[in-house]
């Protein structure tokens, strides 16, 4: 039943019994005012249209609800080709597209008019209103009686002229446009006119949008006004787009050298970068150099993080026995002949082992800082074992010493006593003495 209502509504536009041009008004567009703004436009629009008593205005409401009965997708950006398609949809003869760009000072109104059955933008009203919203309003409805004109020279279609109307006449200006640097491209109303440097006549009298693109720079946009009398002259210079860089780093404290260039300790945040890849040094005296590329871009905020990694540090050991055994874990260190190691280990604790044969196994636990540089003295000890066999060879080599002391004092002492003896032998006997 919803279906037949609709389309009977559909033929009622498409077939208007009273002589009336069926249109439809798309919801307005625009660059720097407000949705409410908009809203008030179209309404104004909307309404002195259907005070003309010359439309069939098709209504929002219904619009949009024969648009969703037909399953009609629309992404809300609506061009030349999708107005046509939404005219036929919803029967009317002519569509009107809104644009509003606020300035400064002043309100531009674009409004194109699209001939459903040609199939194309027949007519474009343009209007500069200086003032508030009352007089933005009151250009609405003088841009109302603009297509009522517009429609008339350019559709074909016969409407009874009111008094006071007149058929407008398209006016033409002249632009020159530089830029520094040149070779920039040129838009004017969002259509490709050409590079700088660039001139330009048989431009529509009225406020247009000129844009200037170049790769690297800023895009620049603003308004101009063309009049007949004059050419406008127009000279811009880009703006370099820039961003910024914050570098970190772990640890921090460290120098940031960019593209070779030094530049500060981290953390530190370079600006005004102009946008491209960049080669970033982090160094730091106790960790490893880091370089990484990293890509600055416009209008965000670009940073990057470096973690270095830590250089290893040093142990001098010096071991008693020299023919001592050094390990850390499962990796083994020679020893010199004069019982020097030099072993280098990465940051962390470590446990060294020291072995060798007839001696108690020795541990010793160390803690390694980044580039650290430490000496270690190990003494290493006999086992008990034998300690025992040691002390017992001592002792048996005592005892062979004494024995030969007292035997050497015994013959000491024989020597001595003999002729002693040999005295007394002689004094007891009365023995004259032999010499």
């Not at 800082?369 to 086992?383: H, P």
Request: charged residues 25%; hydrophobic residues 35%.
């Amino acid at each position: 039943m919803k279906r037949f209502i609709i389309i009977l509504s559909l033929c009622s536009f498409l077939f208007p019994q009273d002589g009336k041009l069926a249109v439809s008004i798309l919801d307005f567009t625009g660059e720097d005012v407000s949705d409410k703004l908009l809203r008030a436009c179209y309404q104004k629009l909307e309404t002195s249209l259907i005070e003309s008593n010359q439309y069939t205005v098709i209504a929002k409401n219904q619009r949009d609800e024969i648009l969703k009965e037909m399953k009609f997708q629309n992404s809300g950006v609506c061009d030349e080709e999708c107005a046509v398609e939404i005219g036929q949809l919803v029967g009317a003869e002519y569509l009107m597209l809104g644009d509003i760009i606020g300035f400064a000072d002043l309100y531009q109104i674009n409004i194109k008019i699209v001939n459903i059955e040609k199939g194309d933008v027949v007519e474009k009203v343009t209007k500069e209103i200086q003032g508030n919203l009352s007089d933005l309003l009151s250009g609405m409805a003088e841009s109302s009686r603009e297509i009522t004109r517009r429609i008339v020279t350019g559709g074909g279609q016969i409407i009874p002229q009111q008094p006071g109307m007149a058929i407008a006449q398209k006016k033409y200006g002249s632009i020159i446009i530089e830029s520094t640097p040149s070779r920039a491209t040129v838009l004017i109303d969002n259509v490709k006119k050409g590079s700088t440097p660039l001139e330009l006549n048989n431009i529509e009298v009225g406020t247009r949008k000129l844009k200037l693109i170049k790769t690297g720079y800023v895009t620049i946009n603003k308004g101009i006004i063309i009049n007949v009398e004059t050419p406008v002259n127009v000279s811009e210079v880009f703006i370099l787009k820039t961003g910024d860089l914050t570098i970190t780093s772990e640890p921090t404290g460290a120098l940031i050298y960019l593209n070779d260039s030094y530049q500060e300790k981290t953390p530190h945040n370079i600006s005004e970068l102009t946008i491209g890849g960049y080669d970033v040094t982090v160094t730091s005296e106790n960790y490893h150099d880091k370089t990484e590329s990293v890509m600055v871009e416009y209008d965000r905020k670009n940073s990057k993080n470096f973690i270095l990694q830590p250089k290893p540090g040093t142990v001098t050991i010096i071991i008693n026995p020299p023919e001592a055994k050094i390990s850390v874990g499962y990796k083994e260190y020679k020893v010199d002949a004069d019982g020097i190691a030099s072993i280098e280990l990465p940051v962390g604790q470590h446990k060294i082992d020291f072995r060798s044969k007839g001696y108690e196994s020795v541990t010793k636990n160390v803690t390694v800082s980044a580039n650290d540089k430490k000496s270690l003295e190990v003494q290493m000890y006999l086992s008990e074992t034998d300690e025992r066999i040691r002390e017992k060879k001592e002792e048996t080599e005592e005892t062979k010493e004494e024995k030969r002391v007292r035997k050497r004092k015994r013959e000491d002492c024989c020597e001595l006593c003999i002729p002693l003896i040999s005295v007394m032998v002689l004094l007891y006997l009365n023995v004259p003495w032999p010499w």
